[in-house]
């Protein structure tokens, strides 16, 4: 794609997106604008915000990414980010927005009456943001560099600078008009780019990835590498490299044989018609057949597979950026219309990536050579389209990408810093601008600093880390009485440990091979239960430090707001 046109683009969505949230400063005044908009948001405004701040670059490009490479098995991804939504829909969205609570952790305080439980799910509050935003950043840098070809640093930087802004302008009530403009914004940045896409496969004659084979280049193609790779070539090719190979300077013709070969950055690879694609270390080579299949081609697939639905249907319910938007509506009644769209906002969108996941098979294979297919979305066009209109659709693609890091990053940074705003600070507006910055430019250091994996794998143990933790204190909090404070506290302990251990490990050095791998890799099948399990267990075990007032908190959660608790007209808690 011309450099130009991806400039531009980005220039106007940041420019869009500062200029919608400086917007709300003229209308954010107090603490509740700041953290909840005054819960005045209306069901379709607070969906498409919900969308907008949901569908991140893990959902803009890491789907298609995850579907290029690894095939039917990725299908699960989307499914799961959209069917979590039903099961909050079912037992949380309006309970939770009754609590009257501004976070999470506010929850937590009110439902056990408990400043340790308060303290443990604040730190947990942050830390599942923080992982949350670590790939947004590390994405926004591979936009950058894709488009622009600026350092991956850059990308990031911008991300943060912009929502640092927006959330300094006006907090919750800004960012959602921001988030509900730029859910719009990538429906439309992947829909039409994908009606050129299909007419022109049609116009190719519509080749499809059924061949009893691994992909080859269709025809003679120059692979750019832009950092170090190590490929797998599992038959001897000759090619023309330029760069480093090996630890050594190539300039011209040379023999890859069949192995492992180290190729530097900045180097470029000429493959002739037909070749055989190498794989970046860690991609399994898996025909296309198998790839097209489900459960095959990974070790303890259905393991993998399972544990993967579970993390995603449960841990949606655990995110405290999704969590927040359900006080910022008027009522109960609003949050339950308000996840109803949100299921049929998201189901449109998640059709889309797919697409490109399987086009990208087909048109850009190189990319599972250079490990960056991530890329795919923003590849496509130029690839399959091409000219003034493929640089045109190209730049809509790069405008979308650009709003999903903002809007999600602008989502998680508001819940992370009212969770540090209210828990470590002393609350207010001025502590929430503070917090802003803790919130946004500690994993902005990570993502700098840590190495780069899939987007849509990172955010896939964030939703492990949410699903082992927040998703029983939630489910059992609100439907079960006898949850105690000693019980709260070993299943979040529990949960939190085991599962964070598995991430921790997964991101700084990967999961090893065999059965211990698949369980670090996809911990939510086993930490779940688990911290279900402790959960239930120690409760039942102390039911002396089962809170005083527990009788009072469960009908205010289940009881609708059109019945007054105490006097017959129930008025809603305004803080």
Avoid at 223 to 240: F, I, K, N, Q
Avoid at 352 to 361: E, F, I, N, Q
Avoid at 468 to 477: D, E, Y
Avoid at 484 to 509: E, S, Y
Wanted: aromatic share 8%; charged share 10%; glycine share 10%.
């Amino acid at each position: 794609m011309n450099s130009a046109y991806g400039l531009v683009a980005v220039s106007l969505v940041v420019a869009a997106t500062v200029l919608i949230g400086t917007f709300g400063l003229r209308i954010s005044r107090t603490t509740s604008d700041f953290y909840v908009a005054s819960r005045t948001v209306s069901p379709l405004r607070n969906a498409s915000a919900i969308g907008g701040e949901y569908l991140s670059a893990a959902s803009f490009l890491g789907v298609a990414g995850l579907i290029l490479a690894y095939g039917a098995d990725m299908l699960w991804l989307p499914v799961g980010w959209t069917g979590g939504y039903l099961v909050l829909l079912v037992l949380i969205s309006a309970p939770l927005r009754r609590s009257g609570a501004y976070t999470l952790p506010d929850f937590a305080e009110a439902r056990l009456e408990s400043m340790a439980v308060r303290r443990v799910t604040s730190v947990l509050a942050v830390l599942i943001g923080w992982l949350y935003l670590m790939p947004q950043l590390q994405s926004a840098g591979l936009v950058l560099r894709t488009v622009v070809g600026t350092p991956v640093w850059a990308g990031a930087v911008l991300v943060a600078v912009v929502v640092t802004i927006n959330v300094l302008s006006g907090g919750m009530r800004s960012i959602t008009l921001v988030q509900a403009f730029q859910y719009w914004l990538k429906l439309t940045a992947l829909a039409v780019p994908v009606l050129f896409l299909l007419i022109a496969w049609r116009h190719d004659a519509a080749p499809a990835p059924t061949r009893d084979a691994p992909p080859t280049f269709p025809q003679a193609t120059t692979v750019s590498v832009g950092a170090d790779v190590t490929v797998r070539v599992e038959h001897p090719v000759r090619v023309v490299l330029h760069g480093r190979l090996d630890g050594r300077a190539q300039d011209g013709p040379v023999e890859l044989t069949a192995g492992e070969h180290r190729i530097a950055r900045d180097s470029t690879v000429v493959f002739p018609a037909g070749a055989a694609v190498p794989h970046v270390s860690g991609l399994p080579e898996r025909t296309d057949r198998e790839w097209a299949l489900p459960l095959s081609g990974r070790e303890y697939p259905l393991y993998a597979t399972y544990s993967l639905i579970l993390a995603t249907f449960l841990g949606t319910m655990g995110l405290p950026h999704v969590l927040v938007r359900f006080y910022t509506n008027p009522d109960g009644q609003a949050a339950r219309r308000t996840t109803v769209l949100v299921l049929a906002l998201l189901g449109a969108f998640y059709l889309l990536p797919a697409l490109y996941g399987v086009l990208g098979r087909i048109y850009t294979p190189e990319l599972l050579m250079t490990g960056r297919t991530d890329a795919v979305v923003l590849t496509l066009p130029g690839r399959l389209i091409g000219g003034t209109l493929g640089d045109l659709l190209g730049a809509l693609v790069t405008a979308g990408a650009v709003a999903a890091f903002l809007s999600t990053s602008s989502g998680l940074t508001v819940s992370v810093a009212g969770v540090i705003a209210q828990d470590i600070l002393h609350g207010g507006v001025r502590s929430f601008r503070a917090a802003t910055l803790l919130a946004l430019f500690v994993p902005l250091g990570l993502a700098l600093a840590a190495r780069a994996l899939a987007v849509a794998d990172v955010v896939g143990l964030a939703f492990a880390v949410a699903a082992s933790t927040f998703c029983p204190l939630l489910v059992l909090g609100i439907w079960w009485r006898r949850l105690t404070v000693a019980g709260a506290l070993a299943g979040l302990v529990a949960g939190g440990g085991l599962a964070g251990t598995a991430v921790v490990w997964t991101i700084l050095g990967g999961p090893p091979s065999g059965l211990a791998g698949a369980l670090l890799a996809q911990p939510a099948a086993w930490t779940v239960p688990v911290a279900f399990a402790v959960m239930i267990m120690v409760s039942l075990l102390t039911p002396r430090s089962i809170p005083p007032g527990v009788a009072r908190t469960m009908v205010r959660l289940h009881t609708p707001e059109s019945l007054d608790v105490d006097r017959g007209t129930w008025r809603p808690k305004r803080v």
